[in-house]
Nanobody, 119 residues
Framework: QVQLVESGGGLVQPGGSLRLSCAAARIIFSTYAMGWYRQAPGRQRELVAT???????NYADSVKGRFTISRDNAKNTVYLQMNSLKPDDTAVYYC?????????????WGQGTQVTVSS
């Protein structure tokens, strides 16, 4: 069974940092584009950042300059380093795996990890 397992969420004060991790199992990790999405209460899920198989990154405007996505193919893991966190960053963060050329209906999703930014 394919698994994406997120970790690293929690409660942090405004201006603080967190690093999220997503470990993948039972997929050929290096062939997937990976991404982080988030969903705040009452809002639709939105893209945060993506990284291609070749390491090309893309960010939502709201997190540019503050968040960094990276991947370690040897560890089957994708990371999201979040700095200068704001209350608006509060959401459940989801890991996504997309196989290029495949329909998004086949995308893989983790269970999510809660990030709360509050004083």
């Amino acid at each position: 069974q394919v698994q994406l397992v997120e970790s690293g969420g929690g409660l942090v004060q405004p201006g603080g940092s967190l690093r999220l991790s997503c470990a993948a199992a039972r997929i050929i990790f290096s062939t997937y584009a990976m991404g982080w999405y988030r969903q705040a209460p009452g809002r639709q899920r939105e893209l945060v950042a993506t990284i291609t198989r070749n390491g090309i990154t893309n960010y939502a405007d709201s997190v540019k300059g503050r968040f960094t996505i990276s991947r370690d193919n040897a560890k089957n893991t994708v990371y999201l380093q979040m700095n200068s966190l704001k209350p608006d960053d509060t959401a459940v963060y989801y890991c996504n795996a997309h196989l290029p050329g495949s329909t998004i209906k086949n995308d893989l999703w983790g269970q999510g990890t809660q990030v709360t930014v509050s004083s």
